[in-house]
């Protein structure tokens, strides 16, 4: 399971994760409290900008890219349709400009140095009872599971055909909950040997 | 023993929080009239259903974490921050609550046998998974999209038929782990 981190090296790509999720977080907030779009036209050719300096290492979220422009259309075509073309304006520029700078921060950022700033700003609720070092070791299992997942879809629907010769579609997903269920159980029980206490 | 089922309910949810990432890799289907439906929200409602309120809330937030993150686990290999500030984004963040409401329901109706523990899912997930992610994404395209109120419910009964379609698969899903798996607690119950 991969990430949409790209591995074509950019100036973004030198920025600490920490810096530029504060960056994102501040001026994604700014840009929610202001209507004008004398403030938000520059706001997204700016971000658009940004992101397009970045260059070939975009091409891995084509698919992002395009369901964003299409949203905003979307909302542009429907606030005309409703007679209230400034407000579509406004919505689509906050959107696009906000949502360019999540597209750039996680083309530009492993999702490792993301966890690792994000396991810091949490860590004060430590304090309260929460086991944040927890989140790692849940992530990790997650994507183990993912890849468990589909090898045991495979040979359940191999085994289907087998017997029906068709494929097995949406039926397997009750048998391949309850084998998945199994598998957690026997994970829980060795996490719990190994460490329990 | 608080750490250690704590540490027992880790791997269950992770699991959840893996098979919403499957369910968002299985292409769209469309119903009759073109009413596309996607499954990930089927594991809203299976992640309350079977983990009760508490785990389904954790799996939600862990699946949400590793969107953020950027991992691309939405439908259509989306993922990253982006996403979050897209006019759908309030069915995203109605997930993890969507998913506490359908826990919280499974937990109270009954689940005396198979039948029932079906029956029980299908109204929990109705809504839970359902009526309540619903609702929050009517918010978020009201908030974020600033369609008004009407314009956004409109724009959000169109997935209604697919997403009761999904209820019911829940429910058969359900029934499907109560016969096979008898000692299952559903909706986080303790004994």
Same mark, same amino acid.
């Given at each position: ?15 600490? @994760? ?14 929610? !409290? ?10 997204? &050719? ?24 299409? @949203? ?20 689509? &520029?906050? &959107? ?25 700003? &949490? ?25 468990? !997942? ?48 | ?5 704590? #540490? ?11 098979? *919403? ?52 686990? *939405? ?17 995203? #963040? ?5 998913? *506490? ?28 998974? #359902?009526?309540?992610? /619903? ?33 019911? #698969?829940?429910?058969?899903?359900? /029934? ?16």
């Amino acid at each position: 399971m991969g990430s949409l981190y790209s591995e074509h090296r950019t100036w973004l790509h030198g920025v600490p @994760a920490g810096l530029k999720l504060l960056v994102l977080a501040l001026i994604g907030t700014a840009l929610f !409290f202001t209507d004008r779009v004398a403030v938000l036209l520059p706001s997204t &050719l700016l971000c658009g900008l940004m992101l397009a300096s970045l260059g070939r290492a975009t091409l891995g979220a084509a698919k992002l890219w395009v369901s964003l422009v299409i @949203a905003c259309l979307l909302v542009l075509g429907f606030h005309a349709l409703m007679h209230q073309p400034m407000l579509g304006i406004v919505s689509a &520029l906050r &959107l696009l400009s906000t949502a360019w700078m999540g597209v750039a921060l996680t083309l530009t950022t492993r999702y490792t140095d993301l966890l690792d700033v994000f396991e810091r700003w &949490l860590s004060p609720l430590a304090h309260l009872g929460i086991r944040v070092d927890r989140v790692a070791l849940q992530l990790a299992l997650m994507l183990r599971f993912i890849d468990h !997942f589909f090898g045991l879809w495979q040979r359940l629907d191999d085994a289907h055909r087998v017997r029906t010769g068709r494929p097995g579609g949406l039926r397997l997903l009750a048998p391949l909950t309850i084998q998945m269920l199994r598998s957690a159980r026997r994970v829980a029980d060795t996490l719990e040997l190994r460490l329990g206490q | 023993m608080n750490v250690n089922s704590s #540490l027992r309910a880790t791997p269950l949810i992770a699991l959840f929080a893996a098979l *919403l990432a499957v369910l968002g890799l299985i292409p769209k289907i469309d119903l009759p009239l073109g009413v596309p439906i996607t499954l990930q929200t089927l594991g809203v409602m299976l992640a309350g259903c079977m983990l009760g309120p508490k785990r389904g809330l954790q799996a939600l937030l862990l699946f949400l974490f590793a969107v953020a993150l950027g991992l691309p686990l *939405l439908s259509g290999g989306r993922g990253g921050l982006g996403v979050f500030f897209a006019p759908s984004s309030g069915y995203l #963040l109605g997930w993890p609550l969507g998913a *506490l409401v359908t826990g919280w329901l499974m937990a109270l109706l009954p689940s005396r046998s198979p039948r029932s523990t079906s029956v029980s899912a299908f109204i929990a997930s109705a809504v839970g998974g #359902l009526w309540v992610v /619903h609702v929050c994404g009517v918010v978020g395209l009201v908030v974020l999209a600033k369609l008004t109120w009407e314009q956004a419910l409109l724009g959000t009964l169109t997935f209604v038929p697919g997403d009761l379609i999904k209820c019911g #698969l829940c429910a058969m899903v359900v /029934h499907t782990v109560a016969r096979g798996m008898p000692d299952w607690r559903f909706g986080g119950r303790t004994i």
